[in-house]
């Protein structure tokens, strides 16, 4: 099976802009969940999407929003970037999500830049 | 809300040693645990995963123990070789989230 992919691999964009990343789980998958990664504040989770609907959500401001499709599919959108959004986006999939946790399974991430 | 702690933050040992990476979280109420390794400008690899009703699991030279009383976890790596270089991660499952330790990075010296 192919693993998760997430696209861009690279972006970088300047303040005041929006950006939207793809993720595509694991076939089969139905979770798929996203994380911010900095060195200061290591993996911090974002959402959670299960069958088309959020299931969790993070301590984030609303500027960070996401949706999944009927493919599993998932993208992230982030409005009016700040300098503090560089990170490295991470997406995960699991078969169950929820307190039955199947494994996650991570994408490369996509590594985003504010200027 | 939980808080992992991972200690030591660093760890550098000779290749062929035996080692072992420590997790520790504040609330015992979690549904399971996942240990991960990351290697630079990647994503996580998954190791272990632990269920909640579970003591320990294995994987080849890998052994993870769960402790939910107290609230650890280790990551036993036997015989460690140069390629195990890289930030190893536990993840615990509580409140259908998961939380991450801030990791600890090893290198393995040949």
Redesign the interface.
Known sequence: KAG?T?TPRYLIKTRGQQVTLSCSPISGHRSV?W?QQTPGQ????LF?YFSETQ??K?NFPGRFSGRQFSNSRSEMNVSTLELGDSALY?C?SSET?????????????T?LTVT | KQEVTQIPAALSVPEGENLVLNCSFTDSAIYNLQWFRQDPGKGLTSLLLIQSSQREQTSGRLNASLDKSSGRSTLYIAASQPGDSATYLCAVNSGNQFYFGTGTSLTVIP
């Open positions: 998760v997430q969940s994380y290591g993996l911090q989770f959670e299931r969790n993070g991470l995960a999500g929820g307190r039955y946790y199947s494994p996650l399974h991570f994408g490369n991430g590594r």
